[in-house]
T-cell receptor, first 112, second 114 residues
Framework: NAGVTQTPKFQVLKTGQSMTLQCAQD?????MYWYRQDPGMGLRLIYY???????DKGEVPNGYNVSRLNKREFSLRLESAAPSQTSVYFC???????????FGQGTRLTVV | KNQVEQSPQSLIILEGKNCTLQ??????????LRWYKQDTGRGPVSLTI?????NTKSNGRYTATLDADTKQSSLHITASQLSDSASYIC?????????????FGAGTRLAVHP
């Protein structure tokens, strides 16, 4: 029972490089989310997909793009990485509004 | 502005002792309040979810309380174990927007020492 799977677990990028963080869930959830977690702060929503075929900006979307590839997969892309994007990124999924949220293991990204 | 404040920031207790973590929130419109446990290097894992009408919910040695009038919640851990060492995050769900709008506290880092 995998739940929410994120890849990679760790990544180091140089400023200006691009990369895509992958997320997949096997719980048949409708909604998926990308958050970032910075020291001393609560998780902040970057983008979300309320249902397959839709995506919307969250609290801190600048510098990111997302793709809801199908019901299972939701990817986050950094087109031109900046040091300010050094963070731990979490993908989450829920069956619907008000439902329990399940999180992946996180991706620790460092931009130098 | 929607906010969730947690106290204390960090806490050290001895194995077997009890502790209580606090959460104050200003989130509107309120939908639910959740407590998550986050082990180092892992994603958050749900402990409890409470709606407006619930004022207490237990999950094993974890008991969460909610006072929707004062907008306060607490998480009580009974007979602590070394495995309870983690960050505990209070999360408030807001209604509306068509998605799970969650506002996260910064967490309380708990260390249980033998």
């Amino acid at each position: 029972n995998a739940g929410v799977t994120q890849t990679p677990k760790f990544q180091v990028l140089k400023t200006g490089q691009s990369m895509t963080l992958q997320c997949a869930q096997d719980m048949n959830h409708n909604s998926m989310y990308w958050y970032r977690q910075d020291p001393g702060m609560g998780l902040r929503l970057i983008y979300y997909s309320a249902s397959e075929g839709t995506t919307d900006k969250g609290e801190v979307p600048n510098g990111y793009n997302v793709s809801r590839l199908n019901k299972r997969e939701f990817s986050l892309r950094l087109e031109s990485a900046a040091p300010s994007q050094t963070s731990v990124y979490f993908c989450a999924s829920t069956l619907g509004t008000g439902a329990e949220a399940f999180f992946g293991q996180g991706t620790r990204l460092t931009v130098v | 502005k929607n906010q969730v404040e947690q106290s204390p920031q960090s806490l050290i207790i001895l194995e077997g002792k009890n502790c209580t973590l606090q959460c104050n929130y200003t989130v509107s419109p309120f939908s639910n309040l959740r407590w998550y446990k986050q082990d180092t290097g892992r994603g958050p894992v749900s402990l409890t979810i409470m709606t407006f009408s619930e004022n207490t919910k237990s999950n094993g040695r974890y008991t969460a309380t909610l006072d929707a009038d004062t907008k306060q919640s607490s998480l009580h851990i009974t007979a602590s174990q070394l495995s309870d060492s983690a960050s505990y995050i209070c999360v408030v769900g807001a209604r509306g927007g068509g998605y799970n709008k969650l506002i996260f506290g910064a967490g309380t880092r708990l260390a249980v020492h033998p």
